[in-house]
């Protein structure tokens, strides 16, 4: 049986230059989770019924912290403060349950990890790069590339964050690639599609906006969008799937989720 093959997209923050973002995956049919910090730190952040407009698209809202706190090393009751109210509060805003968490810098430990489980998220996302397999712990998501140029010396520097032969592997094979998002994008899309896996690609529209990247983004997305095959989700679908994965499951996910 064939595996399937997955595009997914998230954006981090509440800057209101992610309605751009929106408006260009909606085009594209394809689908998107927007991580709110409560107490936005960007100015403009997205309004109370920017957001509900969002998830009633069928945008995914996650929980980017309360106030974009770095977590790591945070006491319990640090932790608690800026990991629990997140969720009953953005659920309040848009009406719906809200599902996965994304750890602010991608910085995270034990203890954070234990506070996100028990305040009733199924899962939550990490800046990790350069991942596209299907299998993942629901709390340490990965990712695949970021739409924002990287010295290659940050792709291994995360991979050794992460602790992950793979990726440090996979930093080594796409060398010649690491100094251009677009084509290491594009290029690791193509083995997600001979492969099969996950391509998540995620970033910040305000830093879009300021590099002046959005040809970029709409090139990678136009590459990625409309492809048959293809199934199209928002973060948290992907998490019975790497479940299923991890069991060995011989359910076929035909599920495709479109704007």
């Known amino acids: 049986m064939s595996k399937p093959i997955i595009v997914t997209t998230s954006w981090d923050d509440g800057d209101s230059r992610d309605l751009r973002i929106a408006e260009i995956l909606r085009s594209r049919g394809i689908g998107g989770t927007f991580y709110i910090p409560v107490q936005s730190y960007r100015t403009p952040s997205l309004s109370h019924a920017e957001l509900r407009a969002l998830s009633a698209e069928g945008f995914e809202i996650g929980a980017h912290s309360v106030s974009h706190k770095h977590l790591w090393k945070l006491s319990v009751e640090e932790l608690t403060a800026e990991i629990n109210p997140c969720k009953p509060i953005l659920e ?9 968490f994304c750890y602010p810098r991608g910085r995270y430990d034990a203890n954070t990890l234990k506070i996100v489980k028990k ?34 010396v940050s792709y291994f520097k995360n991979a050794l964050r992460a602790r992950t032969i793979d990726g440090l592997q996979c930093a080594m094979a796409q060398m010649a690639r690491l100094g251009n998002w677009v084509e290491l994008g594009k290029h690791l899309f193509d083995t ?9 690609l995620w970033g910040h529209s305000w830093m879009i906006d300021e590099q002046y990247l959005w040809n970029d983004l709409e090139e990678m997305l136009d590459y990625v969008s409309k492809r048959e095959g293809v199934t ?28």
Request: charged share 15%.
């Open 92 to 100: 309040d805003i848009i009406g719906s349950e809200v599902r996965m």
């Open 119 to 152: 305040a009733g998220y199924a899962g939550g996302r990490t800046c990790r790069l350069l991942a596209t397999g299907a299998e993942f712990d629901p709390f340490e998501m990965p990712t695949t590339v970021e739409a924002v140029p990287n010295p290659p």
């Open 192 to 200: 997600v599609l001979e492969t099969g896996g996950i391509w998540h």
């Open 232 to 259: 199209y989700l928002p973060n948290w679908k992907l998490l019975p799937l790497s479940c299923a994965q991890a069991a060995n499951s011989t359910q076929t996910y035909q599920e495709n989720w479109s704007l």
